[in-house]
Nanobody, 129 residues
């Protein structure tokens, strides 16, 4: 089993920045085994892919609507994955979730929420105009 705990959400003005963190723990797998992702869910909308990073950390992918503004990174020594969010917009307002899956290969990226068996509880990000 893997436990994920997000932090770093909050209220920010449009154009501002936030850095989300997701700390992983558990006995079944270490973070080194896991591909990691961030998703978000706005009120009345389905959960959407935001970004993902491979087990090795060498490969990252982003949704089009965050490219150039968000950066995903991982620090395996701290069992933590981050999402740096810059140039925030009101439409970025959502609950942000981190997710983990055992990486088939060191460069595997998972895009679908169905591919992630482990989820955090979410952290609210609110961007005001």
């Amino acid at each position: 089993q893997v436990q994920l705990v997000e932090s770093g959400g909050g209220l920010v003005l449009a154009g501002g920045s936030l850095r989300l963190a997701c700390a992983a723990s558990g006995r079944a797998y270490s973070l080194l085994d896991m591909g990691l992702g961030w998703f978000r869910q706005a009120p009345g909308k389905e959960r959407a892919f935001v970004a993902a990073i491979s087990r090795s950390g060498d490969v990252t992918r982003y949704a089009e609507f965050v490219k150039g503004r968000f950066t995903i990174s991982r620090e395996n020594a701290k069992n933590t994955v981050y999402l740096q969010m810059n140039s925030l917009r009101p439409e970025d307002t959502a609950v942000y979730y981190c997710a983990a899956a055992v990486g088939r290969y060191s460069t595997t990226i998972y895009y679908s929420s169905d591919e992630y068996p482990y989820w955090g509880q979410g952290t609210q990000v609110t961007v005001s105009s």
